[in-house]
């Protein structure tokens, strides 16, 4: 990594340890940063020199990252190899982040909550279980509703409601 910019070396390790906590590989998220950060498509065996990281792994990590849709390959003229790119817009790469984590984690959990409050009903000693769980999708389907309202709207709009969030707040009396 030491052939990188500080800057960008700064920023590829903290996005790596910022996905560790996310539950992303901390491969996959510097592998992103980096990426993110080049003005350039780049090719696997500069992203395994840049981040000293094994072939094999370079590999994985990029099909991880096309899966998420934030990573796309790019064909150069004269050059057969594959290069990569991450998505540049930084609203645009959110909104496909935003729709892989629902479809991977929020979609299967309310399914589960939906699936344990209907097999709950007729049984006395789940009550108070089928409460909370009942609430608890609940949650889950308010979030899901919301998200999938605001994922309609063209990005701009989407961006400008997330810049006027302070006057809704304060319109409410909440800020």
């Not at 817009?89 to 309310?110: G, H, N, Q, S, W």
């Amino acid at each position: 990594m030491d052939s990188l910019p500080p800057v960008i070396q700064k920023f590829v390790l903290h996005w790596g340890e910022m996905g560790t906590k996310w539950g992303i590989n901390r491969t996959v998220a510097q592998i992103h940063a980096l990426l993110y950060t080049s003005e350039r498509p780049v090719n696997a065996e500069e992203i395994c020199i840049s981040l000293g990281v094994a072939r094999s792994n370079v590999s994985n990590s990029l099909k991880e990252l096309q899966n998420w849709g934030i990573v796309k390959v790019v064909h150069l003229p004269g050059d057969r190899r594959d290069h990569f790119e991450s998505m540049k817009d930084v609203y645009e790469m959110f909104r496909a982040i935003l729709a892989e984590r629902k479809r991977r984690e929020v979609d299967p959990t309310l399914h589960i909550l939906k699936e344990c409050h209907e097999e709950s009903a007729d049984d006395e000693d789940s009550a108070y279980a089928r409460k909370r769980i009942g609430e608890l999708e609940e949650f889950f389907q308010l979030s899901a509703d919301f998200y999938n309202k605001l994922n309609k709207l063209p990005t701009k709009t989407a961006v400008k409601a997330l810049r006027t969030s302070d006057r809704l707040l304060k319109a409410l009396k909440l800020s």
